[in-house]
């Protein structure tokens, strides 16, 4: 289970280490234990948002204490994935992962006696959730580079965890509900604590054999500047990212609160719920779908399955009910499904092994930094111009966005890798 490093140039292709003979594609030993841990890491990350959240609420805290909460757990994230990739190449992301893992484990554990004793003071509180951001920011960019390493079918493994991603996005907040209506928010914690420390045990027992490493002696900041060297000399990458910041804040960043407040008042919480379940499943939909469908030019096929995305805004603004908003979201899920592993299976198979941690975490940086801005936005934007119109907006900026993709040519057209035989 000992990691050796390798030192390679950053021009090298990827390094991905064969497996046994007659290893299956995709259900080998190592992603087996790797499968388990991601899924147990992704259940505690889907819980932690609700439960903190309800479990204020309920406890007496007001709404600004609550929103407070996740500043302090996503802005670390947002801030220092970057340095996490880093880290990662520096130090393998395996012992990352597991130190993020354990991390949060201590963290979790100290959330769960806050919350069964009783919150004193909320500074406490907010020191947990920053040392959770940031345990996660440390951890996330290894969870990408991990995946050529611990099996042969890139594409059929992505579409494997987007599919486990899915079912957790579903099943974490709807536990972490129950269990904070029943005064049980401790009790989340302490599920979560035991899933970081599953998590740990599974990514100790990889055998990962040779890891890619940059060379030795460089200095934080000349690593951090070869990854950004590495993602901005590839035009369909950087492409990817400068077009889907504008569409995360135009488009995907405002559309939950602003479709909250059509769909709550008209229908109910229950009804928001159910609709936002109708996404999940389509992304496991679409994950399914995205394990055996393998194009040869999958960004292009990833933005022909993104033109699904309109349907559910534009369906709110003409009024539809409940039951078509439901099968808008089960379209919108599944094409954003297949975009994601034809996405994370391309940075994963083009961008050499012992980059990728760094490239993987200026994607992120770069795409999902820019989601919280168009959340923050979503609420001046319908003082100023009104529900309806921000909805517009929403679905004629994802329209340009699959358009946009689809008119760049490097994004177009770049090819599949073939799976490892």
């Not at 947002?78 to 880093?86: H, I, R, S």
Request: hydrophobic letters at 55%; one cysteine or more.
């Amino acid at each position: 289970m000992e990691e050796r490093l390798a030192d390679h140039s950053a021009a090298a292709p990827p390094q991905i280490q064969d497996g046994p003979t007659g290893e299956p594609a995709i259900w080998s030993r190592n992603f087996g234990y790797y499968f388990t841990a991601r899924s147990a890491g992704l259940l505690s990350w889907a819980m932690l948002p609700v439960a903190v959240s309800a479990g204020l609420l309920s406890g007496g805290y007001g709404l600004n204490s609550a929103g407070y909460s996740m500043a302090f757990l996503i802005g670390p994230f947002a801030g220092l994935v970057l340095f996490g990739g880093v880290l990662a190449d520096r130090f393998t992301a395996r012992r990352m992962m597991i130190g993020a893992d354990l991390t949060n484990l201590v963290a979790h554990v100290l959330l769960a006696f806050l919350f069964i004793h009783g919150i004193d003071h909320l500074w406490q509180l907010y020191t947990l959730l920053v040392v959770a951001g940031t345990a996660n920011a440390m951890f996330q960019p290894g969870a990408s580079s991990t995946v050529p390493l611990v099996s042969r079918d890139v594409q059929g493994a992505n579409g494997v965890l987007r599919t486990s991603e899915a079912l957790t996005g579903l099943g974490g907040p709807a536990l972490a509900g129950v269990m904070v209506g029943l005064g049980a928010t401790g009790w989340v914690m302490v599920i979560s604590a035991v899933a970081y420390g599953t998590s740990a045990v599974c990514l100790f027992a990889l055998r990962l054999g040779v890891v890619p490493a940059p060379p030795a002696g460089e200095s934080l900041w000349r690593n951090l500047a070869v990854g950004w060297h590495e993602f901005r000399s590839r035009s369909w990458l950087w492409g990817v990212i400068v077009i889907w910041m504008v569409y995360a804040v135009l488009s995907w960043g405002p559309q939950l609160s602003v479709a909250a407040s059509v769909i709550v008042p008209e229908y109910g919480a229950t009804a928001f719920g159910l609709v936002n379940c109708a996404l999940g499943a389509g992304t496991v939909a679409g994950g399914l779908l995205a394990i055996r469908y393998k194009p040869a030019r999958p960004l292009a096929a990833g933005a022909v399955a993104m033109t699904a995305y309109p349907l559910y805004p534009l369906g709110i603004v003409l009024g539809a009910p409940v039951w078509v908003l439901a099968a808008a979201q089960v379209a919108v899920g599944a094409g954003m499904g297949v975009w994601g592993v034809m996405w994370a299976t391309s940075v994963q198979t083009q961008v050499p092994g012992e980059v990728l941690n760094r490239v993987h975490a200026y994607e992120v940086a770069g795409s999902v930094g820019m989601y919280p801005i168009g959340s923050a936005l979503a609420g001046p934007a319908v003082n100023a111009f009104g529900t309806d119109q921000v909805l517009v907006v929403g679905v004629v900026v994802a329209l340009l966005t699959a358009a946009a993709l689809l008119a760049a040519r490097p994004i177009r057209t770049l090819g599949r890798v073939p799976a490892r035989t």
